[in-house]
């Protein structure tokens, strides 16, 4: 990790906590994390609409972009891998989630965009980038299945799964409190070049 | 002629998929595993080094552990090529689906197929045309599946442009290196990206699969092509799309290009992609018993 130091984060973090993180830190997390994906972030959305409680109490929670595979056991539900799934599709949900609950970390892949961003500039949150692909690898950190709601509506991969964690991660804080953005200037800095490699491309090939 | 051995059993063929099926899910590719090694040490950005290395170890506890490497177990498609010589004895679709159901257990295997409309889940990888299974024939004496999963974000970024026929190479070229840099990190870099050129909108597709197939260090045997798929990885890698797309050294592990012929009023070019684990079982049947995963 070249100099850079693992900061060990305990939920609920606050909003101090939060405002305290850099883009381009690494992090880890104890504590209580809800997964969330396409599915769940619409019935939010239906219950808000409709004036209807939600089962659960996202006010200052840590969300996981993530649909994972469980197994039930005789001693409860248990994680057999969990991973990140693409956070971009959920762009059009999340500005309003994170400003509704105060919603202090998303977890997930890919990054968001600038509404996402301002959100939890306003807000005190930040996006805290997973690995794709490396569930079994993060899947350590996962301690015990904690709750689950909406299990019969969603299915397995779609519930909302409370989960209990411990050194989980380690995550890179991606977007910061502060408006730093490293997918966006990394997308900028991607762009800049594309040109550049474009007209590099030989006229004759075949 | 006579044809030793009385082919296989329709149990044994289940227990086999079953097994080629963990293979790829919980192994992945050591190809993948060497190419991401060999970046890692190259690598001069932090964090693109601190996300290679968790690939890593992705692989390490995957493989010890005995569960999938990505919760994301991807859908369940087969190529099968049956050899004239082989005995087949049962019905083929039918025992893939029950190896399906069965590896969805076992494996586990998240259940992904839902319908396309009211996105309700199968519940168990099968039903609604799955498992595809796509068949070639061939003159020989065994019976191959292949099996190859990827997760949906990889999936999503599938592309297929139809060219003018009289458009330059170049313009091909500038198509695969403006998608690649649309994708960013969506996709879970570094792929293998694969090319199909030719064939008509739906071959060049299936040839761009068959591209990600291939292992980042094989080339296209046309030397030509291969120094196309050399120079759009140089470009591609160019970009600084990095690890996740958080920038770094390199961002695929390789372009592969398979091309075929086309009607002379076209020129369809696919673009496909399979995520760094690089998911892959090979099984041969043999008559004789013998069965062989790879």
Redesign the interface.
């Known amino acids: ?4 130091k693992l900061i060990k984060l305990k939920t609920p973090l606050g909003r101090e906590t939060v405002s305290g993180l850099m883009a ?1 830190d ?1 992090v880890s997390l104890d504590g209580e994390i809800f997964t969330l994906r396409d ?1 769940a972030h619409k019935r939010v959305f239906d219950l808000l609409k409709s004036g209807k409680e939600i089962p659960f109490d996202l006010r200052e929670q840590a969300i996981f972009h ?4 469980m ?1 039930k056991t005789k001693q409860g539900w248990k994680v ?4 990140p ?2 956070s ?1 599709r959920l762009e059009s949900f999340e500005p309003e989630l994170i400003k509704r609950f105060k919603i202090r970390a998303v977890i997930g ?3 968001m965009g600038k509404e996402t961003a301002d959100a939890m500039r306003e807000t005190g949150c930040v996006y805290l ?1 997973a ?7 993060l ?2 950190g996962i301690k015990k299945v904690a709750g689950v709601f909406w299990l019969n509506e969603n ?3 779609e519930a909302v799964w409370q989960l209990q964690v411990k050194d989980f991660g ?1 995550l ?1 804080v ?1 977007i910061d409190a502060h408006g730093k953005n ?2 966006t200037e ?2 900028n ?3 800049g ?2 040109q ?3 007209v ?7 | 002629m006579v044809v030793l051995g009385s082919g296989i059993k329709k149990q044994q063929f289940v227990e086999a998929i079953v097994e080629a099926m963990r293979k790829a899910i919980v192994f992945g590719s050591d190809a993948n595993k060497r190419e991401i090694e060999k970046q890692r040490r190259e690598e001069t950005c ?2 693109a ?3 290679l290395g ?2 890593l ?2 692989f390490k ?2 493989r010890k ?1 005995r ?7 991807g859908v369940p498609i087969f190529y099968a090529r049956v050899g004239s010589k082989f005995k087949l004895n049962f019905d083929l679709r039918e025992a893939l689906g029950e190896a399906v159901r069965k590896a969805t257990k076992e494996i ?5 197929i839902v319908h396309p409309v009211s ?1 309700e ?1 199968t519940g168990n990888n099968c039903g609604l045309g799955f498992p595809f299974v796509f068949f070639d024939f061939f003159n020989g004496n065994y019976l191959e599946i292949v099996f190859c999963p990827k ?3 990889s999936e ?1 970024m599938g592309r297929l442009r139809m060219f003018e026929p009289t458009a ?3 313009e091909v ?2 198509f695969i ?2 998608t690649v ?1 649309e994708w ?3 996709c ?1 870099p570094p792929c293998t990206i694969g090319i199909g050129i030719g064939g008509g909108a739906d071959i060049c597709l299936n040839l761009a699969k068959k591209a990600t197939l291939r292992e980042p260090d094989e080339r296209n045997k046309d030397k ?2 291969a ?2 798929e050399r ?1 759009l990885l140089e ?2 890698n ?10 770094g050294k390199h961002s695929a592990l390789a372009v592969n290009i398979e091309i075929a012929g086309t009607h002379t009023a076209t020129l369809p070019v696919g673009i496909a992609n399979n ?3 690089g998911r892959k079982a090979t099984t041969r049947f043999y008559n004789n018993g013998k069965i062989r995963i790879n």
Do not use: H
């Not at chain 1, 990790?1 to 850079?4: E, L, P």
């Open positions: 990790m070249a100099g850079r381009g690494v599915k993530a649909g994972p595979i197994r057999v891998v969990i991973g799934t693409t971009a892949k890919g990054g980038a690995v794709g692909g490396a569930a079994a690898l899947s350590q299915g397995e991969a380690p890179i991606a490293l997918f990394n997308e800095s991607v762009k070049k594309e550049k490699q474009i590099m491309l030989t006229r004759i090939c075949l | 932090g964090l080094k601190l996300q968790q690939m170890e992705n506890v995957a552990k569960i999938p490497l990505c919760q994301d177990t586990p295997l998240r259940a992904n996105r889940n997760g949906g974000g999503n330059q190479i170049e070229k500038r290196v403006e840099a960013m990190g969506k879970c030509k092509i120094e196309m120079e470009k591609i160019g970009l600084g799309i990095g690890p996740m797309g958080l920038g995520c760094w684990p």
